[in-house]
């Protein structure tokens, strides 16, 4: 009998996600499955659908290593599909779906909404971490500086059931509430299980600062002696040059050698985007009454915004992205307003009154950072987020990075968008074009591919992937989304 396959995509350009050298061939699926590739008799095979590769580059799927996101309310993820990328990781800086009264996601429990996101059927593949900050909160350590033996009970209980779930391991945000209340003994000892459990740790680190990195990765580091250990969205601000990062790379590299699993992602934009609530001292925020902090500390702070916002490159390097004055700097506001900008963020804004961009890497240190062998592409993004990272991510690294910086290969760009993050994070079928690897596949022109989101107008979707396939589906086809939602929640096998 002559088999029969779901589609087949000849003659392609395939970068196989390895980093190695292109190859032409055929490629043959069956429902989500990648079953045959070479170049194989029509008479002995035959296919529902049939699409000529000819002239194009054939990938897997982009992997996105750090992602934001709600499936409930923007369920397709046009914004990931239309970079090419089928696979995003959530849970991340500490954060995840949570039951308790303190809920930062969609409150209810993991295993609940990760149910219900296989029921709904999103258009990405989900991978999902548990947050420290959620977990601390949900076991009654919340803002303590030393939990009790009780608390620890209680994180140790529901870290293993995530990873029961299929979880990927923990994510941490040390500045972020409650995290940056821990110590890194804490830390250690919930890494121990991680580690048990065939888990990795992501970490938005306890800093991200030049004067203060490297103590803040030798944190993550320690870690590292119990589990893999990865750096989210890598940069180092007020940093300048490329022998900094390489500074950066190196006590990555001695750790490597040192046998601990290092690694690190990164988002190809030189402004960050996060709460306003990192402008903000930590006696400002949570657990401390804000009013009463403005009431009887109100000069000091003052004076340490003045501060910040100065080291931070003034106030036209810090752009609105929410609330009441979306879409203007910090200068701008300070004109309008007639009042300094200092003011303006105690008054009128607050610790957890916007998100916002912030103008503060040096180009030349992130590129060379994201040159590192171990560094992967994320987006640091979501759907809903107003920065270009969130739609204009991967098409950056093939439009702006392989091309026109041309810091590597289009083959190593890949790699850093498919088989590196796969390996490293521990999805075992996916991130390769092999057989027997599910199918989420891209078809593309890399010299089409364009990143159309801006700072000014950061809501636009990138263009140029002729064929997105989700577990052997076409989801969108040149700039048109067929409809399809084939993605799926992802679970980690047990050990």
């Not at 990873?163 to 209340?181: A, S, V």
């Not at 088989?419 to 690897?437: H, N, Q, V």
């Not at 084939?486 to 047990?494: H, T």
Request: glycine residues 10%; negative net charge; proline residues 6%.
């Amino acid at each position: 009998m002559q088999p029969t396959y779901d589609l087949l995509i000849t003659g392609a350009t395939i970068h196989d996600g390895t980093g190695h050298t292109p190859y032409i061939a055929d490629v043959w699926v069956k429902e989500d499955e990648i079953c045959l590739i070479g170049k194989h008799n029509d008479a002995s095979f035959s296919a529902k659908r049939i699409i000529n590769g000819d002239g194009l580059v054939l990938t897997p799927g982009f992997i996105d290593a750090h992602a934001h996101g709600e499936p409930f309310k923007t369920p397709e993820f046009e914004n990931f599909l239309s970079m090419g990328v089928t696979t995003i990781c959530l849970g991340q800086d500490g954060f995840s779906p949570d039951l308790s009264e303190d809920s930062y996601i969609s409150g209810e429990a993991l295993s609940s909404w990760m149910s219900r996101v296989d029921e709904l059927q999103p258009g990405v593949n989900i991978v999902m971490f548990v947050g420290h900050n959620t977990i601390r909160m949900q076991s009654g350590a919340k803002y303590k500086l030393e939990p009790t033996e009780e608390d620890f009970a209680q994180m140790e209980q529901l870290l293993h059931e995530g990873m029961d779930l299929g979880c990927f391991g923990m994510t941490t945000g040390l500045e972020y509430n409650p995290g940056f209340n821990c110590k890194t003994p804490e830390l250690d000892r919930l890494a121990k299980i991680v580690g048990h459990r065939g888990g990795m740790i992501m970490s938005h680190m306890r800093s991200e600062n030049d004067a203060t990195i490297v103590p803040a990765i030798e944190e993550l580091l320690s870690q590292g002696n119990y589990c893999p250990v990865q750096i989210s969205h890598i940069k180092v601000v007020y940093g300048k040059g490329t022998s900094r990062a390489e500074e950066i790379c190196n006590l990555l590299d001695e750790a490597r050698a040192n046998g601990i699993k290092a690694s690190a992602d990164f988002y190809p934009y030189t402004a960050s985007y996060t709460s306003i609530e990192i402008l903000f001292p930590d006696w400002a925020k949570l657990p401390n009454n804000y009013e009463e902090v403005k009431a009887t500390r109100g000069e000091e702070l003052k004076q340490f915004l003045e501060e910040k916002i100065t080291s931070r490159n003034g106030p036209e390097a810090t752009l609105l992205g929410t609330g009441p004055f979306r879409g203007k700097t910090l200068g701008q506001i300070a004109t309008e307003l007639n009042k300094p900008y200092e003011e303006v963020l105690m008054e009128d804004i607050g610790p957890y009154g916007a998100f916002g961009a912030y103008f503060i890497m040096d180009e030349a240190l992130q590129d060379t950072l994201l040159k590192y062998p171990n560094t992967m592409l994320c987006t640091d993004g979501s759907p809903f987020m107003n920065h270009p990272r969130s739609f204009g991510s991967f098409a950056k690294m093939i439009e702006t990075f392989v091309f026109e910086k041309q810091l590597f290969p289009l083959e190593e760009g890949i790699r850093k968008m498919t088989g590196l993050t796969a390996e490293t994070i521990g999805i075992p079928d996916r991130g390769f074009i092999k057989p027997g690897y599910k199918a989420d596949l891209l078809l593309f022109d890399p010299a089409e591919i364009k990143a159309n989101a801006t700072y000014e107008d950061p809501v636009q979707l990138s263009t140029g992937f002729r064929y997105v396939i989700v577990n052997g589906k076409v989801v969108k086809e040149q700039e048109t989304f067929t409809g399809d939602r084939a993605g799926r929640v992802l679970r980690k096998p047990q050990l």
